[in-house]
Each structure stands twice: as structure tokens, then as C-alpha cells.
């Protein structure tokens, strides 16, 4: 059937609500605003919610595959267990590396992070090929920018392979018309013509010089204007000011993830301390002259242990939020650990940035603000909490904020965006 619909018969749309979301869990209906109910009806949108709404209605043809960035694999599953109650823990199959395909072939659900899909992932490739996932989920889909990537030779024929694909990305084409080319194939193959049929059509292509070698140059953009008007056919594009009405003034959102075995230990075992000295300190017999001293040292340690046990999720998901080409964002943090955690991601994933901590004279800090605000160059702030509650009131209009909580053993990123 077909995999999306046109968005322009709204009185259609607004007939089919009730019979298409009666499906639905309760909780599920009363969660989704009216764009995100017209969302679900019409096409596979962008949002998670909406996502999983689509997914659930064709629940009688699953297995699902759902493809997200290994940041928010937690994040997905999650959101999957709160809004589907039918849905068992034993129902939901993470797969945590490239040999675990024990739980493909049984699970109803699949969920597989982008960065398994690699050349050397032969035998889980085989596992996804034989399951025939007719329902497939891929969130963040603009990471099948490239044609020659690893993850987009093995992704696109799952998705083509299903009865029903949904993408999900806030943008689409980074940066140019080239970087679509793979979505569109995987969802309606040869819909464009061949790769070289787009490329002269819409990406301007045509030979150049580099060096001494002539190659074909696709980087470039022609006929625009056909070109979104037949996108128009096979995707929904939501602006900021269509749906900003039907937003709650903050977004927050965490996101869950996996400590490393070794790290957990340590923090595990302090925790474990901790416990110890809150019942000596209960019985009213005491090791020490100030069990609150020790109390406090231990929960500093603590403190700074899961800011150094979660430095590397942190990390990767910074990553990912930079593979979205202009989004401008700030991250704050307390430890010093942290914060240089942050600034290395910035830096290897070749972004530039500003970083205020307590090493930057107030002097300079304003001249910074204004830098990021102004250099469309300059994606992320990097702050210490004590910078951000100066400097967050001279930013505006406010942009995606994402505080990484020293909170003991809530092992996730916050993240929220003010509107």
C-alpha cells in the first residue's frame, strides 16, 4: 500500500480521526495534539509519539524494526513500553552487538542502533534479512545521507523490503539536494529515476576538475521548485510557526543509556558504602566523630564518579545531535570532567563552539554570548551551571538547552528545548 499520503484534504483528514486513532491506547490518544493526530492519520510524521501511533495501528503485520542512533535506543524503548501497555518487556528485543541475533526471529519488536550496521555485520544483516520486518521505523533517517555508507547498502533494502517504512528526521537534506537521494529510494525506489537521473536533474551535476582528475561534482542544487513540489507528494514537512500554538512552553525530554560494566562497578560499589554508613548512622552507633563529614565526602565522590562513568554516552549523544547541520545548542554541566567530556565531542566531531567556565573573565563572557548567537558557524555553548545561570537570560530567543544532571545514579542526559 501506499507508504504516505498527501497532506492538503484536512476535512478528509479530520472524518478519518476517530476511526483511524480509536485504535489506539487511551493513553496514547490523549497524549497526541491535533498536528500529531492529523500526523498519524495522513503520514508517517516525524515524531516519536506519532511514529509509534503509526507503528501500533499496523500492529497485526508486525514484527517492527526500529533503526535510531545508539544514543537513544533507551529512549525509544521507553517511549515504546509507556505508550504501548500491551507491549512485554520479553516483547522488545534491544540488540546490544553485531553477533546478538538470538532474539530477532521471536521478538515483536527490533530495536538496532546505526552503529552495528557496519561491513563486518554479515551475520546480523542475514538475521534482519530472514526476519521480513514488514513494519519498519527509522528514526534520525538523515544519516542514510550517503550512498556509499555501510549502514545505508545494508538499511535501504530492509526498508524496501517492508509492507510499511516510516522516516523520521528533522532535516531531511543537511545540506544539499544529494543528501535525499537515499531516503527517497528507500521509500519509493526509482520513484526519481536512476541515482544519475537525480543527480543531473536536481543536484546540478556535471564534470570538474579535482587535481589532475575529472569527476562527476553532484554537490551542487537545480530545479528547486519541482523538486519540492514533488517531495510534497511523499513527505510532510512541520514548520516551527504551524505547530508552536500546540506546544507547551517546555519540552523535556531524558535520555537513558548504558554505563560501561567497569564504571558501574566502582559506582555500585560506593553506593553500596553509602548504604553501609546510613545504617551505622541510624543505629546511632558511629565509626567516626562526624559521620555527616564522611556522609558528605562520600557523596561527593559519588558525584564525581557518574560524572566520569557517564562522559562517554554524553559524548556520543552530543555527536548526534551535531550530525543535524544548524542546530544551535547549549550543554551545562557541574564537573570539570563533564564539561571537557562535552568540549572533546564538539571538537572531534569538527564543530565549532564557545565554552564559559569559571576560568573566563565576566568581561569576556558577553562578547562569547553574542558570538554564538550571532556566527551561524558556531553550534554549541559548552557552560559550567554557575556560567549558564549568568549568561542564559542574554540568550534569545532560548534554543535546545541540554543539562547533564550530577543527580547520583540517574544515569541519563536531560534534555529539553524552550520554545
Known sequence: GNRTHNLSSNSHVDRRWDSQ???????????????????????????TVQAISVAYVYRQEWPLLVVVPSSLKYLWIEEMERWIPELNPGDINLVETKSDTLGISS?????????????????????????????VVVDESHYLKSRNAARSKILVPLIQNAKRAI?????????????????IEAL?????????????????????????????????????EELHQRLSEIMIRRLKVQVLPQLPPKIRQRIPFDLPKDAAKEASGSLEEWERLMRTMGSGVSATD?????????VTRMYKQTAIAKAGAVKDYIKMLLETEKLKFLVFAHHLTMLQAC????????????????SVPSSERIHLVHQFQNDPETRVAVLSIQA?????????????????????YIHHVSCFQSQ
Open 21 to 47: 486513532l480509536s485504535v489506539l491506547p487511551d493513553k496514547l490518544q490523549q497524549r497526541l495534539m491535533p498536528f500529531q493526530k492529523e500526523g498519524v492519520v495522513v503520514s508517517e510524521s516525524r515524531k
Open 107 to 135: 521478538s515483536k519488536v527490533t530495536v538496532l542502533g546505526y552503529g552495528l550496521l557496519t561491513t563486518d555485520a554479515r551475520p546480523l544483516v542475514e538475521a534482519l534479512t530472514r526476519q521480513r520486518f514488514n513494519v
Open 167 to 183: 522516516l523520521l528526521t528533522g532535516t531531511p537534506a543537511l545540506g544539499r539536494p544529494e543528501e535525499l537521494f537515499m531516503q
Open 188 to 224: 519509493y525506489p526509482r520513484m526519481f529515476g536512476t541515482w544519475s537521473d537525480y543527480a543531473k536533474q536536481y543536484c546540478n551535476a556535471h564534470y570538474r576538475l579535482f587535481g589532475n582528475r575529472r569527476q562527476w561534482d553532484c554537490r551542487g542544487a537545480s530545479h528547486l
Open 290 to 298: 562526624n559521620p555527616f563529614t564522611e556522609v558528605m565526602g562520600l
Open 343 to 358: 568540549t572533546e565531542a564538539v571538537i572531534e566531531a569538527k564543530a565549532s563552539y564557545i565554552r564559559i567556565d569559571g
Open 388 to 408: 549558564a545561570g549568568q549568561v542564559l537570560p542574554c540568550i534569545h530567543p532560548p534554543c535546545v538547552l541540554i543539562p547533564v544532571p550530577v543527580t547520583l
